[in-house]
């Protein structure tokens, strides 16, 4: 059963567009939502996250946007680049219930930048 | 600070083979996180630690075992390999927020 399921599952876009990747959970007790950026043959790197206290974060040309009642969010990359090229992951989790801040990952985007 | 490292990089196993793979930090975290990724699911939590002589299964921790004996290592022990535990495994660590992940191991089992 994934907690997180992720869309689309490869996304090609060109050089200076805008990149969207969607999540949706189910488990309202996650309150801890970040997103992860994995290069072939290295361990995933957090990107950016957010809990659900606000409906937007945004870090440089990365914005989550946060739907709490629909129980989703999104990545959007801005202005992508080709050196953008990468999976990503969303997660959720719950450490304020647990303690540690055990994630569900949702399946993964692998998006290509076109030059 | 070297962060999280993992060793060996990539093991082939035969069927009934045991290993333990290495996990170490240097970030003096309390929590830390063993992960398989198989293509196309995402990574699913094996196990997890709150602290040096505390741990807990994950989601799929079944033919695994952990220990957690100082707060910098925290390796994760294969007992009798099966080819469904071909995957790659990362291992994690984390304070109170974000995790930091290793730069995986590649294991095959034939």
């Known amino acids: 059963q994934q907690q997180v399921k992720q869309s689309p599952q490869s996304l090609i876009v060109q050089k200076g567009g805008i990149s969207i990747i969607n999540c949706a959970y189910e488990?309202?007790?996650?309150?801890?939502f970040p997103w992860y950026q994995q290069f072939p043959g290295k361990g995933p790197a957090l990107l950016i996250a957010?809990?659900?206290?606000?409906s937007e974060k945004k870090e440089g040309r990365f914005t989550i946007s946060f739907n709490k009642s629909a129980k989703q969010f999104s990545l959007h990359i801005m202005d992508s680049q080709p050196g953008d090229s990468a999976t990503y992951f969303c997660?959720?989790?719950?450490?304020?219930?647990?303690?540690?801040?055990?994630?569900?990952f949702g399946t993964g985007t692998r998006l290509t930048v076109i030059p | 600070n070297a962060g999280v490292t993992q060793t060996p990089k990539f093991r082939i196993l035969k069927i009934g083979q045991s290993m333990t793979l290495q996990c170490a930090q240097d970030?003096?975290?309390?929590?830390m996180y063993w992960y398989r990724q198989d293509p196309g699911m995402g990574l699913k939590l094996i196990y997890y630690?709150?602290?040096?002589?505390?741990?807990d299964k994950g989601e799929v921790p079944n033919g695994y075992n952990v220990s957690r004996s100082t707060t910098e290592d925290f390796p994760l022990r294969l007992e009798l390999a099966a080819p469904s535990q071909t995957s790659v495994y990362f291992c994690?660590?984390?304070?109170?927020?974000?995790?930091?992940f290793g730069p995986g191991t590649r294991l095959t089992v034939l």
């Open positions: 994690a660590s984390s304070h109170s927020g974000p995790q930091f």
């Open positions: 488990n309202t007790a996650f309150d801890y």
């Open positions: 957010i809990r659900p206290d606000v």
């Open positions: 997660a959720a989790s719950n450490p304020r219930q647990t303690g540690a801040n055990n994630l569900f």
């Open positions: 970030m003096n975290h309390n929590y």
């Open positions: 630690s709150v602290g040096a002589g505390i741990t």
